[in-house]
């Protein structure tokens, strides 16, 4: 059992990896601008307040720490920039300074597979039609054209730079699409869930041919206690699901748990910069394989135990 510190954890994600923490034994402290009573203990502190987090994680003898605090809206960090860079670049520095600071072994670091959209794409394995991208692929410095996949590439130049200059452990946990309960608005089922219940139709962006590899929030969670192993120390995984799903599939598994779904095609344009996956496949067979991670939850039990939890969840 260790003590863990959570950054971000009254969030989506960071609430479901502190139960998963707690189910497992570890006692589990959160900070978060927002309360709530997800950890053993809550503090509000902010992440770019690097010295309070030094006193902190010292009084608390804090042995890992999950960087899971930023700007995770994507469309937000368009229009917010600097707001973006303060609390993903910046917050991650802060972060790191305070644990090289003290008694952490390791950070375990909240990034994403639209990492890839700066990968040398010409360096994947071709497979069929898809270019398959691994933790090995080059990352190209003209960037992931867009601010939030910037600046997620910037948290993970850090990590590498603390590990080479104050020898700082780190994992880096690259997502796909986590989906499950408590998922904020504008995430795609909770955005179709929450139309298909008051009887406005589904918005679908596009033809709904569009793939997406979805992970549920649980599987998400177990990748991050088997992170805390040794093994995963100074690497980075993918944390990806298995199966495409189109758009339009999606639509139809809440069609089939939501009695009348009416849907409509849209074209949005706060969607430029995203990370296209129609060609390419992000492999998530390293953590498989190195740390025995799997998928328990099928995208149809997960979308339906998040309809019966979304109806419940007043
Ligand atoms: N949700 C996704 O689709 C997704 C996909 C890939 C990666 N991620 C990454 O996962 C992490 C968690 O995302 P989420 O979906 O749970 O987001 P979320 O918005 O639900 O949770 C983030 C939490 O961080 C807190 N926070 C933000 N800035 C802070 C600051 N300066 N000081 C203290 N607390 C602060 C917020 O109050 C919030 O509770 C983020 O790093 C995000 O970039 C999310």
Redesign the pocket.
Known sequence: MSNILV??G?????SHIIETLKAANHKVFN????KSDFGDSYENI???NSQQIENYLKKNNIEYVYH?????NARRSLENVHETMI?NVA?TASILNACANSNVKKVIL?S?VWVYNAADKTDGKKVNDNIILDEKSKILPECGGHFYTTS?LCSEFICQDFKSLKNLNFTILR?G??YGPRM?PG?VLRSFTENALSNKPIIINGDGSAKRRFIHIKDLAKGHLLALDSKADNQIYNLEGDKDVTIKELANLVSLNIDGVKVEYVIDKSRTGELKTDSIEISNKKIKHELGWSIDVSIEDGVKTYIDWFKNKN
Do not use: E, Q, V
């Open positions: 950054t971000g009254s969030g989506f994600i960071g900070i978060d601008k927002i902010d992440i770019n899971i605090a930023a700007i995770a609390n917050g909240a994403t997620k997502y699409i986590p904020w995430l």
